[in-house]
Structure formats: structure tokens, C-alpha cells
């Protein structure tokens, strides 16, 4: 039996070693968004809890004017320093 030496195209072994390095890419490029959006995410938590005041709890509903006095003595312009933050998060996007 001749072997012929003119055939083209991909063998199997070829094939799935192209199939597994495009799952080792895959699985590294999903790995590293993964932490880079956990990491994001927690540094945005921190950022946010910092500058937020504590909400009041509202349990029953006499509770709803307490929570309403307390929101409004919340200092909008203050809060609105953080807008930096927030030009850079949206333009790191």
C-alpha cells in the first residue's frame, strides 16, 4: 500500500489540536475579564459605600417619614463629586 504524499487538508490530530488551543485561549481571555470585572466591581462597591450615607431602615410605615427626612438632608451637590469618578469609569469603557 502507497501512501499518497498530494493529499490536502486538515487530519484529525491537526484538527484537535487546533480545537484545543483555541479552548486554551478561550478559557484564558474568559478567566482574565472575569477578574477584571470582579476587581472593578469591588472597587466600585468600596468608592460608593464610602461616599453614600447610611439609608435609614424602614420597617413599618411610620418608619417612611424618618427615611424621607433623612434623604433629604442629603447634600446632592456633595454627591455629585463623584461624577469624576464616574467620567472615568465610563470613559475606560
Avoid at 411610620?62 to 470613559?91: F, G, K, P, R, Y
Amino acid at each position: 500500500m502507497t501512501r499518497r504524499w498530494y493529499e490536502k487538508g486538515f487530519t484529525a490530530v491537526e484538527a484537535a489540536v487546533v480545537l484545543v488551543f483555541l479552548i486554551g485561549i478561550s478559557a484564558v481571555s474568559y478567566t482574565v475579564a472575569s477578574r477584571h470585572k470582579a476587581n472593578n466591581a469591588a472597587k466600585n462597591t468600596q468608592a460608593t459605600t464610602a461616599a453614600a450615607p447610611a439609608a435609614p431602615v424602614v420597617k413599618a410605615t411610620s418608619d417612611l417619614t424618618t427615611a424621607s427626612a433623612t434623604l433629604d438632608q442629603t447634600d446632592i451637590d456633595a454627591a455629585s463629586a463623584d461624577t469624576a469618578a464616574l467620567d472615568t469609569e465610563l470613559n475606560n469603557l
